[in-house]
């Protein structure tokens, strides 16, 4: 175990040597023992295509893998229950007592968008040292990736009125903390997840729900209480029992300086448009009107010409809007021969191209500034005059080179959107927004 | 931070204080001004409805909660973090210092199976320290269930050839650790998740990937080196290059103790059965063939007629096979007035039939033993002649009384499920297995 600092707190990191599949041990032990473990081998993570329909993909959790791979260590924990379960022999059960990544890792940064083909991470060392890392690596980068571009649409459909993530309940515990860490990246406003604020620093938001009315004897009693408890400026829910007598209640008891009101089922467009009818009627007009239950990106897109003031979204966000995993796979590409020389290398497949060998990879823009290719090729170290180079070094001989602020990756995304074709953006099912070349040569 | 032992290995857990949503506090805080806070509170876990076309689903997380509750906490850190966001007030704070659930939780136990309105779990306690459990239960809960509800799909599709767990790779890496648990109660043999092996005692397995063979010089020098270290019996994978040839290989290499080959591409069932015979021919015929790659229910059942002996599952398994999560809710059924009266409550809702109050659940059976209907009944606290209680006491007076071996849960689930008529096992598209008849009167 090792305390290490994250957003100026201390968190108590466990191992994550074991978030691995039993047959990467398995590999490792044999790979020691022929002498094939210690050859420099070069790994690549990538999406062989994108989930059908989805015109671009959000690269989320980079930042997350190095902090895994920092605390991916044996200790006498993970060391005992290796060797009482027999899984590997005493020498690799010794290796792996002093295993520290000591390769270099590249990798497109948080925010980012990818396509297919894009080598989101690549990582290099001796086949013993990256073998072990595809595991926790695919695991953090299909969810996050999966719950970041999900939420990069819903954000687009948003039109730039806020959304607020409130997933937490709908996905594993811990999954909904890095859903929220996710989302925040691809554009959300605010997070209900606790833990997500204090470890990531990610701005949460919430006031109250149904149980809360349910709890007193009368709605009216419920918003007294919650007014004298968080002030006027606070988010009333009104469709516990009946919408416009809600309302009607929340004006008389907040007044005019009634922070929002929030509904929850129904119809959203028409109680929408009712509800800010009658606040106006009822002079409350700077009061915002806030939606939620079962929304995704078509649903918030459908309530564009609504007057609503923020979404809140749950289930769609964390379950990927339809993909909760993004199909990204981590492959040897190459590997050193008994001379030391690099040799591509890839798996005879029908069906899934593939290039061996070590990759650079640019995006390259038109005189508009529109991106217009993800340009992959493995002998091409120099960027041409509009191309921008996709690969920033994360871990440089086992040292972590690549963290960045959560805000970087936010502004990022921002930015990386706004660059692609228009039809990039479509939220209909069509092809990727722009095409990857892959150049051998 | 505290201690726990489960399954005899030290565990430290850190607080699950925080994996709750922003509006839980905030309601505390309102409650706690307005008195309402002590308020004695009984709040029910169910589903709505099932995933569509799901016939039944399966309880799993309930350890887990139980383990989430034990450790539900507000130390310094989580204290520190709510004063410095300012998202409670002082006395607030205090009182949640002092938090230590003292309430009474009833549920149904893992491995059960479950159908709509089936009230899962049942916490009844103060509206203040009920009401702060919501986010954690229902992640656990909408998680575990919705993998085991798939996973048990597969295991009866498997048809008794042994399942390994393999997803890991494809979901986040602390959802990977829970989906080999749920699976594993659900009938799973196996799982290649190593910290699924050390946390709950799941047996793990593995051999090797693609990435094995592709390292060393050739296929057979491949093949030597995991024969050297895992021995004859050990999982030879086959398709890198050209199957027939790797078989050969693999059979010449290994002997016809040669324990299994592995396909993990192509046409399965047309690969199992080439493979078969060139195995036989080669006389190997104890050699097991298992299959894997993109399998779910519907093509497991589809390899019944080809010569398979186990199947290895990822992604559809992580992913709940197209439902990944649960759709359970925590609703308030029942709350006292100010005389401490328990009086049943319900959201006014439009299609969303719920009967307020504190329930009973029983199953009921025909004279042969098949499952007939789901009662839920307000007032029967009587189980009638062919009725089986469901709900189990987990929590009494804030003490957890309700934990068993997995083991328990796996032998449940195998029992639920031969408890069932014959048409809720079919894979395809119908209703739900057996009625919820809710008795209010």
């Known amino acids: 175990m090792v305390h290490h600092r994250g957003n100026n707190l201390h968190i108590v990191a466990?191992?994550?040597?074991?978030?691995?599949?039993?047959?990467?041990?398995?590999?490792l032990e044999a790979a020691l023992r022929s002498g094939a473990a210690h050859r420099r081998a070069v790994f690549e993570v990538f999406a062989r295509r994108l989930p059908e329909g989805r015109r671009y993909g959000i690269v989320a959790g980079t930042g997350r893998v190095l902090d895994a791979l920092e605390n991916f260590r044996f200790g006498p924990e993970e060391l005992d229950f290796l060797r009482e379960r027999r899984i590997v022999d005493e020498s690799t059960l010794r290796w792996?007592?002093?295993?520290?990544?000591?390769?270099?890792v590249y990798g497109y940064r948080e925010g980012d968008v990818y396509f297919p083909g894009s080598p989101i991470l690549v990582v290099e060392g001796t086949f013993a040292e990256a073998v072990m890392l595809e595991t926790v690596i695919l695991s953090i980068l299909n969810h996050d990736c999966a719950i970041a571009s999900a939420a990069s649409r819903m954000t687009h459909a948003a039109g730039g009125r806020p959304l607020i993530e409130m997933g937490s309940r709908r996905t594993h515990e811990m999954a909904a903390v890095a859903s929220a860490r996710a989302a925040y990246i691809a554009g959300f406003a605010t997070t209900s997840n606790l833990a997500a604020g204090r470890r990531y620093g990610i701005p949460t938001a919430g006031t109250a729900a149904h149980a809360f009315t349910l709890l007193h004897d009368s709605e009216a009693d419920a918003f007294k209480?919650?007014?004298?408890?968080?002030?006027?400026?606070t988010t009333?829910?009104?469709?516990?029992y009946d919408v416009e007598q809600a309302v009607r209640t929340a004006v008389e008891l907040a007044g005019h300086r009634l922070g929002a009101v929030r509904i929850d089922s129904g119809d959203l467009a028409l109680a929408a448009g009712e509800v800010r009818r009658l606040l106006d009627a009822l002079g409350a007009d700077q009061t915002r009107i806030v939606v939620t239950g079962d929304l995704d990106e078509h649903s918030i897109a459908a309530l564009a010409v609504a007057p609503v003031d923020?979404?809140?979204?749950?289930?769609?966000?964390?379950?990927?809007?339809g993909a909760p995993t993004a199909s990204l796979v981590y492959k040897l590409v190459a590997r050193a021969d008994e001379s030391g020389e690099l040799k591509p290398v890839a798996k005879r497949s029908v069906g899934k191209p593939s290039v061996g060998g070590r990759?650079?990879?640019?995006?390259?823009?038109?005189?508009?500034?529109t991106a217009v290719a993800e340009i992959v090729c493995a002998h091409c170290d120099v960027p041409g005059p509009s191309d921008r180079p996709l690969l920033a070094q994360l871990v440089s001989g086992g040292e972590i080179v690549g963290r960045e602020p959560l805000a970087d990756a936010r502004a990022r995304h921002a930015r990386a959107i706004a660059e692609l074709p228009a039809p990039a953006l479509q939220l209909s099912r069509g092809d990727v927004a722009i095409p990857t070349t892959l150049i051998t040569a």
Do not use: C
């Open 310 to 321: 923020g979404y809140g979204v749950g289930t769609s966000l964390v379950t990927g809007s």
């Open 225 to 233: 209480a919650q007014l004298a408890s968080l002030g006027p400026g």
């Open 236 to 240: 009333l829910l009104v469709d516990t």
């Open 96 to 104: 792996l007592s002093e295993y520290r990544f000591s390769g270099d």
């Open 359 to 369: 990759k650079h990879a640019y995006r390259r823009f038109d005189e508009s500034g």
């Open 14 to 27: 466990t191992s994550t040597a074991l978030l691995t599949d039993h047959y990467e041990l398995t590999m």
